[in-house]
């Protein structure tokens, strides 16, 4: 029998019926449920549930709504914002062992997962039939979690994030009733928009068991290249003329000096310690010829240089297999640090003074802090290595980020483009919507009136 904690004895009875082995407390489950990727200190759960069906999940629900405890989603632990950290103790929901590919439609460019499936392995099945699902976030997180935090990643310049890419959903709600939402069909007007509502809500309006997803077709060629520019402003001023020259970039990367540096000492790589865009280019033999032609020419006049591209996949994985693991490199600039990685999400036109403006602050703050970021929709990251114990350098990387939000939200962006709220930007998120924030509450105390659905996570 389990060592349940007093306040969770009760609910975790009834649990252990329900699921027998599946329900554990185990001090490793215990601990690997405890945290995300992020800084955010680590808040474990009571035990941690391992559920195989939508039943079960909403039988787990129903069991911890009639005796108030709290539900935590857990997907594959990948966010970065404190998403999963338990901090009222209670059940991490953990739904790794729901990650079948439930049915698939190649003629309709459609297929239905458990929201435990991870994004790697989908893709390496759906390469079988030719399609994919293109929206990469860079980590191997869960469908469910991705959807979960609205995440995007280095392919939203063309195909969009992850909101645009799934049609519907199952999801259980915080009374264990079953709701499907949107279908297979590509457009609706039938009533409201319940599958966008659900999207990037974080857990704490429902917990996503099945997505109905949008496909994609594998490209017939795919080409990458490399371009390092002088500085910040003219690599930013290279992608808008090209987006604005109609050029249809897959992806569109920017790292500056400071991260290039760390991943070529990581990757043991030789590229120009400059401001650096990575490229993707996605169509025919032909077309990705012409798309990375046109592109290098727009970089050249821009100050681009060493302009190396490439359609051999061995080459292209090497690159971006770079760019994924930047977080990682950038972190063994500094051994033993943590990674504070904030993102925010300004208009095109103002990206490259919005980054130019958090590296002074960085410098003046004493500050290591790496930026890259999705160029082509203006999504970019700061990743602060920081010793959480150390009080001043947490101020002064907590200011840092403030006036970077602050800025962002001045010119009309949003404090974060994909990583989500979570625990760490509640107060930007009420900065940036204000009385919106209220509806908000109103829609969260509806669905969930007892408030067991990952709790302190979004509206606090």
């Known amino acids: 029998m389990p060592d349940f904690s007093l306040g969770f004895r009760k609910a975790g009875e009834s649990l252990l019926s329900l ?3 599946r329900l554990s407390t185990s001090e490793y489950d215990i601990e690997s449920h405890a945290r995300d990727e992020s800084f955010h200190p680590p808040a474990p759960p009571d035990a941690v549930a391992f559920p195989q069906s939508n039943e079960e999940v909403a039988g787990i629900v129903r069991i911890c709504r009639e005796h108030s405890v709290p539900v935590i989603p857990f997907g ?31 003629d309709d460019l459609d297929c239905r997962v458990q929201a435990g499936m991870r994004r790697i392995a989908l893709n390496d099945q759906l390469e079988r039939h030719g399609l994919w699902l293109p929206v990469d976030p860079g980590a191997d997180a869960s469908i469910g979690g991705m959807a979960a935090t609205g995440a995007s990643g280095t392919t939203t310049v063309r195909y969009g994030t992850i909101r645009e890419n799934v049609l519907g959903l199952t999801c259980v709600l915080a009374d264990g009733r079953i709701v499907h939402t949107g279908g297979r069909a590509r457009k609706s007007s039938a ?19 099945e997505l109905q997803l949008k496909l994609n077709p594998l490209p017939e060629a795919v080409s990458s290249a490399v371009c390092s520019f002088p500085d910040i402003g003219e690599s930013v001023e290279s992608v808008i003329e090209i ?3 109609g050029i249809p970039v897959a992806r569109c990367e920017l790292l500056d000096e400071t991260s290039m540096q760390a991943v070529n000492a990581y990757a ?3 590229y120009e310690p400059a401001p650096t865009m990575f490229f993707e280019f996605h169509g025919t033999p032909a077309s990705v010829k012409e798309q990375a032609q046109q592109s290098g020419e727009i970089a050249a006049e821009h100050g681009g240089s060493d302009f190396q591209w490439t359609r051999e996949r061995e080459k292209r994985d090497k690159l971006w297999h770079a760019r994924h693991h930047a977080y990682y490199a950038i972190k063994a600039l500094r051994p033993g640090s943590y990674g504070w990685v904030s993102d925010v999400c300004v208009p095109i036109s103002r990206l490259a003074a919005s980054i130019t403006a958090t590296q002074r ?13 999705h160029v082509g929709d203006g999504n970019f990251h700061a990743i602060f290595l920081v010793d959480p114990e150390d009080e001043d350098e947490m101020d002064r990387a907590t200011l840092a980020n403030k006036r970077m939000v602050e800025r962002a939200l001045a010119i009309g962006g949003t404090c974060t483009g994909e ?17 919106g924030v ?16 990952n709790p302190d996570k979004v509206l606090g």
Not at 76 to 105: K, P
Not at 361 to 373: C, K, N
Not at 419 to 435: P, V
């Open 438 to 453: 209220d509806v908000m509450r109103v829609l969260k105390k509806a669905l969930d009136p007892d408030g067991i659905l």
């Open 361 to 373: 602050d960085v410098e003046e703050a004493r500050l290591i802090a790496p930026i890259l970021g």
């Open 268 to 270: 043991k790589l030789s």
């Open 419 to 435: 990583h989500g709220i979570g625990i760490g930007k509640k107060e930007a998120l009420i900065a940036q919507h204000g009385a």
């Open 191 to 209: 009533g409201y928009d319940l599958t966008k509502l659900i999207l990037g809500s974080e857990g704490t309006l429902g917990v996503i068991t």
């Open 76 to 106: 594959a632990g990948t966010a970065v914002e404190g998403h999963v950290q338990a901090t009222r103790g209670g059940l991490s929901l953990d739904l790794s062992r729901m990650d079948r590919i439930l049915d698939l439609q190649p």
């Open 243 to 245: 987006l604005q020259s």
């Open 19 to 21: 699921l027998g082995a």
